[in-house]
């Protein structure tokens, strides 16, 4: 970022090392702003492996990170909803990005975006198409389990029952956002909503939250994986 | 995986008192118990143990309940309208047509205990396939604290077979593996037991063994399971029921944690819910003939 | 006896613990639970007693943490209203 301008970015998957996926990630990022590593005066960082880089000066939450680069993008955004893979948290922010409330979901895959990747898996589909599979749904069927293991065995033996793949997606989809939407309730919902992290890419899961929330429309980051690297980044900047 | 789950199984058996005459007793009562994996009937005549079975759930509770009774009854000459009371208990006792009352298995485990192990149980702990229960209870076999745990895998013989498969190790071995180390590693730190599979997968890339991560696991269930049972308060003496029982890698770990070592009976443990509804059964045919 | 209703799962402890002593069948709490988690019962636990208490109900059991939310805001959290509602002090929540 130069000048509150954002210049290059780059996504890579955290492999074991998370030093090396984020000096990856940086060079790449560099690569596409035609700039060298030299001309970068800070680097911050956030999220799940941010206290193990070595090379960076400084980090902040991701809480903190997601609500700085929500209203960056978003300067009406007051209520930050970040699903990730390994968690989602629901942030209440001011119009400076200032985080005022905050509400995790963490340790318990049954929260986050892995609940999706999991039953993806049990039922046989790609994780990209488990969300336009839901949308094909016809019924909505409840989903008992509450566990991400559980719910394995539970999609197995709908599928056994022959119960439609779609419908059984939509269940998914339905049992995640209403633990998404709980925690949002806790730090108070409102309609200035944005939501953020890997799992807004999912269509059935912004429908399913829809749904659940009771908003026929639901503001998602275009890319929703940089918000937090774009906090970051201003943060760096502060 | 039809493997695996044969651990959470036994050798299905029947027994009946070789002695008594059950035509000579004035109060017949039964128990059923009818698990998710196993179910067993238990027949008292005037309050002893008359005779038992331990069968395989089968695809549904009404024959499964009909199997395990008519399992006790083989070889006696008893037949189901000599029952005077029947208490149904386990995940399918609302689906006992013949039983007279459903009562949970939490009460049913705690009097079971109470008579198998006698007066001076307190704790009873009951970690099956699907769920974990702790129990506490007085000195007649009365619930006094409880908590059941079926929402979370970790902690339950799946969360074990999960481990299992992962590492493909048959989950019948993973007691003693997990004591072949040199020495004891540090429990996996991730309760949930998705990313405890994520987090397994790293320790053996970064060069554990298999039995380290085993061991690893085994006591991060122990130390789970220790941490329900401060729930409820735990004391001495203290039984083991359910499937883990039988898992040493688990067990002997979690007795070096609470420093208590488990009650053992000569009776088989899996009795213990039919044991119980049969006692209920007993105490509420007496109330009913005053 | 103390029923604790809940579970434990990675992320933490949720139980709500209700003193079957202590409730006296009144049944205050139910109606002021805004989803209606609770209901009076005969005590499952204790099948020899001929007493109603309070009970979470079953089918609720497995997603506390979720439903009782609402009541318990991630900051400036008053009382909640099943225990206030409990004149004799049954009810207790370990989160
Ligand atoms: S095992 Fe299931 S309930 Fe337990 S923490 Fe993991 S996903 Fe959550
Ligand atoms: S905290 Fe609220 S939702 Fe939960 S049991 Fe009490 S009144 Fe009901």
Redesign the pocket.
């Known amino acids: 970022m130069e000048d509150g301008k954002i210049k290059g970015k780059a996504m890579v998957l955290s492999g074991f090392d998370q030093e090396e996926s984020a000096r990856e990630a940086l060079e790449q990022a560099l690569k596409e702003a035609g700039l060298a590593r030299e001309a970068i005066g800070i680097i911050v960082t956030t999220g799940n492996g941010r206290k193990a880089i070595s090379f960076a000066k400084g980090d902040v939450t991701e809480a903190r990170a997601a609500a700085l680069g929500a209203v960056f993008l978003y300067p009406t955004a007051r209520t930050v909803i970040d699903v990730g893979a390994e968690e989602s948290r629901a942030i209440k922010c001011d119009a400076t990005g200032k985080v005022l409330d905050f509400a995790v979901n963490e340790k318990c895959a049954a929260g986050s975006g892995a609940f999706t990747e999991a039953m993806a898996r049990a039922l046989e589909v790609p994780l990209e198409e488990l969300g336009p599979l839901s949308l094909r749904a016809t019924q909505t069927i409840p989903m008992n389990a509450q566990c991400a293991v559980f719910a394995e065995s539970e999609v197995i033996s709908l599928i056994h029952s022959k119960t439609e793949k779609a419908d059984i997606a939509r269940a998914v989809h339905d049992g995640l956002s209403s633990r998404v939407v709980a925690m949002v309730r806790r730090v108070g919902l409102n309609t200035e909503l944005v939501l953020i992290g890997g799992v807004a890419h999912n269509p059935g899961f912004v429908e399913s939250f829809k749904r659940t929330v009771g908003l026929d429309d639901v503001r998602t980051a275009a890319e929703p994986d940089f918000v937090g690297a774009i906090g970051a980044a201003l943060a760096a900047a502060e | 995986m039809a493997e695996l789950q044969e651990f959470w199984r036994w050798t299905e058996y029947t027994w009946h008192h070789p002695e008594m005459d059950w035509r000579k007793g004035k109060r017949l009562a039964a128990g059923i118990d009818v698990g998710s994996v196993s179910s067993q009937a238990l027949i008292l005549v005037d309050g002893e143990i008359y005779a038992f079975s331990n069968l395989r759930t089968g695809s549904n509770s009404p024959d499964s309940a009909h199997k395990a009774v008519n399992g006790a009854m083989k070889d006696t000459g008893m037949e189901l309208s000599n029952l005077k009371y029947t208490v149904g208990t386990g995940y399918g006792r609302v689906n006992i047509p013949f039983a007279n009352r459903a009562i949970t298995e939490i009460a049913c485990h705690a009097r079971g205990a109470n008579f198998m192990a006698g007066p001076k149980i307190r704790t009873v702990l009951d970690m099956g396939g699907q769920d974990c229960k702790a129990i506490h209870c007085d000195e007649r076999g009365k619930v006094s604290n409880f908590l059941m745990n079926d929402k979370c895998a970790a902690g339950t013989g799946r969360g074990m077979e999960v481990m299992a498969d992962l590492l493909s190790i048959p989950i019948k071995d993973i007691g003693e593996l997990s004591y072949q180390v040199d020495q004891e590693p540090p429990p996996v730190s991730s309760t949930c037991v998705v990313f405890a599979k994520s987090e397994a997968l790293g320790l053996m890339r970064s060069g554990w063994s298999k039995n380290m991560v085993l061991a690893a696991y085994c006591s991060a269930m122990a130390h789970r399971v220790s941490l329900l049972l401060g729930r409820i308060g735990v004391e001495d003496q203290f039984f083991i029921t359910g499937g883990i029982a039988k898992n040493p890698g688990i067990v002997k770990r979690l007795e070096k944690e609470l420093g208590i070592e488990s009650v053992k009976t000569k009776y088989d443990s899996q009795i213990a819910g039919a044991l119980g509804a049969a006692l209920f059964a007993d105490t509420l045919l007496q109330k009913g003939t005053q | 006896m103390i029923a604790n209703y809940g579970y434990k799962d990675g992320s933490g402890e949720f139980f ?1 613990a209700i003193d079957t002593d202590k409730c006296n069948g009144c049944g205050d709490c139910v109606p ?4 209606r ?2 209901e009076m019962a005969a005590d499952e636990y204790d099948p020899l007693s001929e007493k109603t208490v309070a009970a979470v109900r079953e089918e609720e059991r497995k997603k ?1 943490k979720y ?2 939310a609402p ?2 805001p991630a900051s400036g959290r008053g009382a ?4 206030a509602a409990c004149e004799p002090g049954a009810i207790a ?1 370990s989160w």
């Open positions: 709500i002021v639970c805004p989803p988690l609770l506390i439903t009782c009541c318990k909640l209203p099943c225990v929540h």
